[in-house]
């Protein structure tokens, strides 16, 4: 569905370049969930942007269905990490919603049904008439979600769009993408920096190096569906692929070089 081919982006010129994504190569299939993980400032939200068609690649291309990506696709929608500025202020939860379906060729009560679906999938009929201030961080993000959702995308892109919510919520976030993907049928590549989450909701992972990133390797998640925040994390597979992605990571970050794995494994358990 989607293929990512020998893709590069370095911004600026001479002296002053920055090469953020060096050689990246990656096919997503229609339906699948990729989580791409990779240390701080490696790349990631470059390659999602150059996915997306809202940042022209340098080197490489993007090829969505068969055609090159080289604007925004009809069929894809981004939810990003800071819901507060994605989100207008003014104007209700609906009207947030329904605005990028204007867009579309939709009769009008079309509309207010796709609006109606997206908000009952992530909870928030009842919020349909407040103001986006008026609902806490996660129920933000829900809102930026369902609007996603509305659009009816076939595919969604997704940056660290959990970051900035506490655990609990985040939890709950994530049983959200993986119920709309099961209700939606959605192809969803996800960017995180957190080891867990990339394993807790990915089909496939691809781990990143640092910038000029590449992938360093793709790993297939085997972890029975559908996934439980806690039997799931208990499981002897989970701290396997934990501990491998942490590991790949963790060579890719100098600075933690020289802590033994076993002691970096217990820090990050430690912050989680
Ligand atoms: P990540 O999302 O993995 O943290 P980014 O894609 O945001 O990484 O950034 C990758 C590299 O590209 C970083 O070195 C960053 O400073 C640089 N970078 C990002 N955006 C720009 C920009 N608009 N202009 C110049 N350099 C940028
Ligand atoms: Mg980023």
Redesign the pocket.
């Known amino acids: 569905m989607l293929e990512i081919r020998h893709l590069g982006k370095t911004?600026?010129s001479g002296e002053r370049a920055?090469r953020?994504v060096g050689d990246v190569d990656l096919t997503v299939t229609e339906g699948e969930l990729v989580c791409v993980v990779?240390?701080?400032?490696?790349?990631?939200?470059?390659?999602l942007k150059c996915i997306g068609g809202l940042l022209r690649p340098t080197s490489g291309e993007v090829v969505l269905r068969g055609r090159r990506v080289t604007d925004p696709p009809e069929e894809m929608a981004l939810v990003f990490q800071d819901y507060s500025r994605s989100l207008m202020p003014w104007t209700s939860v609906r009207n947030n919603v329904l605005l990028p379906l204007r867009h579309k060729k939709l009769a009008r009560a079309e509309r207010s049904r796709l609006v109606e679906e997206a908000l009952d999938a992530v909870g928030l009929t009842r919020f349909i008439d407040h103001y986006p201030w008026q609902l806490s961080g996660g129920m933000q993000q829900r809102v930026a979600i369902a609007r996603a959702l509305a659009y009816q995308p076939s595919i969604l892109l997704m940056?660290e769009p959990f970051a900035s919510v506490d655990a609990q919520t985040r939890g709950d976030l994530e049983d959200l993408v993986l119920s709309v993907r099961e209700r939606f049928g959605v192809t969803i590549v996800f960017?995180t920096h957190d080891i867990d989450e990339s394993v807790y909701l990915a089909d496939r992972i691809a781990v990143l190096t640092h910038?000029p990133t590449e992938v360093k390797e793709l790993i297939a998640v085997d972890l029975p569906s559908p996934r439980d925040q806690i039997a799931t994390k208990e499981l002897p597979d989970f701290a396997r692929l934990r501990a491998h992605v942490y590991r790949l990571i963790k060579r890719e970050r100098p600075a933690a070089g020289d802590l033994a794995d076993e002691e970096a494994l217990a820090a990050t358990r430690a912050e989680t």
């Open positions: 911004y600026g920055t953020a990779g240390p701080s400032g490696c790349g990631k939200t470059t390659l940056d960017v910038a």
